[in-house]
């Protein structure tokens, strides 16, 4: 199972179980904004997406 989160130069938000949360709460930390009329996600600049895999959470 893989957790996703968005990280901006001067900020990081919470681990989500999908991606589709995570592009909802990214707006909260500054990462961009979801469109609701196009269904888009838009990235600000220097925003990073974060995948971390099951293994990865274990450590």
Known sequence: MSKYRF???HRTGKW???LSLAKR???AIGAGF???R???F???P???LEVAGRDA???
Do not use: C, L
Request: proline fraction near 8%; charge should be negative.
């Open 7 to 9: 990280i901006t130069p």
């Open 16 to 18: 989500y179980p999908d």
């Open 25 to 27: 709460f990214a707006n």
């Open 34 to 36: 979801f469109d609701s």
């Open 38 to 40: 196009s269904g888009e």
């Open 42 to 44: 838009v990235a600000y």
């Open 46 to 48: 220097g925003t990073k």
């Open 57 to 59: 959470m274990a450590r």
